[in-house]
Structures are given as structure tokens and as C-alpha cells.
């Protein structure tokens, strides 16, 4: 790695929590001219590092969701029906699509949930990774800036409504696979995220290892087929916070404290969590009762977990 690409490295770290290595590959992989694909489930801190990397070297990040209403006209872009009547067809009328609008500024195109796009569509993108340019009917052929990358991800634990991608389009992505970071990194990026100033520390230091740990909890469980990702923690702590300060009870050292700051907990569960887990197809159950299942694991069968720190 070049004297500068590492001192890039080393700015752009500082904006991240516990994926070091994660990032060092993907800007080893764009620094060397290459497009890749990044494997792993949502919340695990992959559009954080391509904001890291992009507002480093001062280009855009231009984001595309994968869908059945991606076409290739939405992807590249389109003429401008009022001013063909006018005008007929012409360079000027075109209006760039995500794909255009990033290989003109040299940013990086995002294209989330990358399996779930129609095959033409990532045909379209093939021709712009293998040649840097793209041939646009009546309107010319665009170059892209030597900073344009195309960077895919998805998710490998989503099956539902998913194509499976052609050996042409594996052929021209590298392929970086991103899983959950650890407890201790998890509990970084939520105090990073949700600081509370007004709680006491050891309370707030409780919380956000509680939050941790539950939300972890689902990602384990038999019944779950997709737990949480750290989204949920951040949401749950935020949550609490304004729970514990709506009733003096749920303040440490008062009669009762210890079972409100439970119930606060729980309650707090559902809100943040109960939309983010996905249930195994043959569980006949809720997310709110696997959500208690998971809530007296924690504080009532293994109550040494839920002790402060």
C-alpha cells in the first residue's frame, strides 16, 4: 500500500468502528481500479465504509436499490418525453440515471440488494465495468471518470424474491464477505451513535450492554430466521433513554428499580426490534413472544449477563 493510500487508510479509520480489516480490503480492491461485491446481512457497516471512502478522496456515492423496477432506462437514464416532442432527440434532452450521473463525477454507484435487479439490468452494467463506457442510443457514448466504481451488495441470508447472478457478472466483481462485528465493537458503535448525557453512567453503561446483548441474542435464535442487526441496539437504547427518564421509579436506587428497568427494557424490545427479526416459515408464533423468550433469557434465567458493565 502506497505512502498515501495508507495515510488515506488512516483518516478515514477514525470514522469507523471495529472494521479495520473490512475496510482496508475494500479500499485496497477501489484504489486498484476494481468493482466488488460486498456479502452480508443489512446493519454491518458497509455504506459506512464507502461514505468513509468517498468523502475521502471527494466524490459521490450514488445509491440504487435492486428491485423488479430497476430497468436498464432507470439504471442509465432516459429522454425527456416533453422535450422530444419539442425538439426530437438529442444529447441535450437526455436525463442521466444513477449509472450515468456516476460515471460523469467519478463516484461510486451502490446498487443495494444487487440479486433482487432483472438480469438485462445487470447486463446494462457489465458493458460499464468492462469498458468504462457505455454507448447511449441518440445521445452519444459516455466515458466514466478514472474514479468510477461499481460497487454491489446483498444479502446472503435473503432467498425471498432473489436471482441467482451469472458467472459473467461474478467473473467481473471482486467479492469481500462482511459479517456482525463482536459484542465489544457492537457496544462501541451504539455509544458512538446514542450517547444520552443525561443518564447516570452506570446506568447508561447497563443499557447499551443490555441492548447489545438481546439484540445479538436474535441473530441465535432456533425460531429466527434473520435476527437484528446493531440498527436494533442503537434503536432500543435510544428508545429506553426516554423511557427511564418518564417515570422517577425507573431511576436506580428507588424501590422497584430493578424490575422497571426490566419492564423498560422489554418494552423497548418491541418497538426496536419486533419489525427487524424475521421468523423461521414453520414457527407459529409472534415476534413478540420469541422477544420475551429472549427477554427472560437474559434477565431471568441468566441474570449474571445482565449485571452492570
Known sequence: MSASLATALDRVKDKIVGRERELTLVLAAVAAGRDILLEGPPGTSKST??????????????????????????????????????????????????????????????????????????????????????????????????????????????????????????????????????????????????????????????????????????RSHEDIRQGSSVRGAIDLTAVAGQLLTLDTKRVFGTPDAEDAYRDVVYDAMIVALSGRIHLDETVETTPEQILRLIWEDHFILNPAAAGPG
Open 49 to 218: 465504509i464507502l461514505r468513509a471512502i468517498t468523502e475521502e478522496w471527494g466524490i459521490p456515492l450514488v445509491f440504487v436499490e435492486g428491485n423488479a423496477d430497476l430497468t436498464p432506462a432507470r439504471l442509465v437514464g432516459h429522454h425527456n418525453p416533453a422535450r422530444v416532442l419539442k425538439e426530437d432527440y438529442s444529447a441535450a434532452n437526455f436525463v442521466d440515471g444513477p449509472l450515468l450521473e456516476a460515471m460523469r463525477a467519478g463516484g461510486f454507484l451502490y446498487i443495494e440488494e444487487f440479486n433482487r435487479a432483472p438480469e438485462d439490468t445487470l447486463n446494462t452494467l457489465l458493458t460499464a465495468m468492462a469498458e468504462r463506457r457505455i454507448a447511449v442510443p441518440r445521445a452519444g457514448t459516455v466515458t466514466a471518470e478514472p474514479t468510477f466504481r461499481v460497487i454491489a451488495s446483498m444479502n446472503p441470508y435473503d432467498n425471498i424474491g432473489t436471482t441467482r447472478l451469472s458467472t459473467s457478472v461474478h467473473d467481473r466483481l471482486n467479492r469481500l464477505a462482511i459479517s456482525y462485528q463482536d459484542a465489544d465493537a457492537e457496544r462501541g458503535i451504539v455509544k458512538l451513535r446514542v450517547p444520552l448525557p443525561g443518564t447516570d453512567p452506570a446506568v447508561y453503561d447497563r443499557l447499551v450492554s443490555d441492548a447489545v446483548a438481546v439484540t445479538r441474542a436474535t
